[in-house]
């Protein structure tokens, strides 16, 4: 993507969370920027660490309380979508941005003999699944506004 492209994107997303903050009565606070755009700078998954440790390499000075908030926020203004990429319950919460996104679906790949840690995680995106959408849909009768589904293996020798 080209640098005027970027720029046109960034200014977007922040007229949304902009309006966003106005209609719910919430702080227009300069770090919620902040945050988003270095979210919307990675291109890559994140979790809440990630991104605290992101800031402070960056001299912002957010708490991580700041974070969770603005987290919560992003995802409530569909900004952000949250991922449980882990089996495991006390896996902590992935995030990605959305706001431009294509839709995918992710594969989890576990590392070999280990307890379920994640040794990498595959976006893929198959026409089929849209496919699939479409016909339980029309044989339900219904509108299907979102989906989620993680595939969890290990790689072949
Ligand atoms: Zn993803």
């Known amino acids: 993507m ?6 046109k994107n960034i200014a977007l997303i922040k007229d949304v969370l902009r309006n966003y903050l106005l209609e719910k009565g919430f702080r227009n606070t300069p770090e919620r ?6 979210i919307y700078s990675m ?10 440790l992101l800031m402070l390499q960056k001299k912002y ?4 309380a700041t974070i969770y908030n603005t987290i919560e926020i992003f995802l ?14 006390l896996t902590s ?5 959305s706001y431009f ?17 994640i040794e990498e995680i595959i976006e893929f995106c198959d026409p089929r ?15 299907i506004d979102s989906h989620s589904l993680y595939f969890y293996g290990t790689k072949n020798d």
């Open 2 to 7: 080209d640098t005027i492209q970027k720029e």
């Open 33 to 38: 920027y902040t945050i988003l755009e270095e």
């Open 43 to 52: 291109d890559h998954h994140f979790n809440v660490d990630d991104l605290y």
């Open 61 to 64: 000075h957010v708490s991580k």
């Open 76 to 89: 409530d203004a569909g900004l952000i979508r949250k991922h449980q990429f882990g089996e495991k319950t």
């Open 93 to 97: 919460s992935s995030y990605e941005k």
């Open 101 to 117: 996104d294509k839709q995918h679906d992710h594969l989890v790949i576990y590392k070999k003999d280990s307890d379920k840690e």
């Open 129 to 143: 699944i849209q496919g699939i959408k479409e016909a339980i849909e029309e044989a339900f009768g219904v509108k």
